[in-house]
Nanobody
Framework: QVQLAESGGGLVQAGGSLRLSCVAS????????MGWFRQAPGKDREFVAA????????EYGDSVKGRFTISRDNAKNAVYLQMNSLEPEDTAAYYC?????????????????WGQGTQVTVSS
């Protein structure tokens, strides 16, 4: 059973940066697409970013394009989300997910395993 563990969340001022990490255990994530989603209180889960198995293709949600960067290190079974120019609207719980195939997916239906989430809070 694959387990995903996110880390790196916290409290940051608007305009600041954070780097989220997600490490997979109990299996290898190297052959699968990976993604990041977020959910704010009272809102639906939102797609943030996705990356294919090799790291050669990425996709971003409109609200984070140009500010966030997804990357991966298959040797470490890890995926990262570098978040720059953070805004209060980015405040949410951020979830890492492992896809069901090698490609990238932009909807939650394309993912089989989910982490517990890490909280990101951006103050104004």
């Amino acid at each position: 059973q694959v387990q995903l563990a996110e880390s790196g969340g916290g409290l940051v001022q608007a305009g600041g940066s954070l780097r989220l990490s997600c490490v997979a255990s109990g299996g290898t994530s190297a052959r699968y697409g990976m993604g990041w989603f977020r959910q704010a209180p009272g809102k639906d889960r939102e797609f943030v970013a996705a990356i294919n198995w090799s790291g050669g293709s990425t996709e971003y949600g409109d609200s984070v394009k140009g500010r966030f960067t997804i990357s991966r290190d298959n040797a470490k079974n890890a995926v990262y989300l570098q978040m720059n120019s953070l805004e209060p609207e980015d405040t949410a719980a951020y979830y890492c997910a492992q896809g069901s195939s090698f490609g990238l997916r932009t909807t939650s239906m394309g993912y089989d395993y989910w982490g517990q989430g890490t909280q990101v809070t951006v103050s104004s």
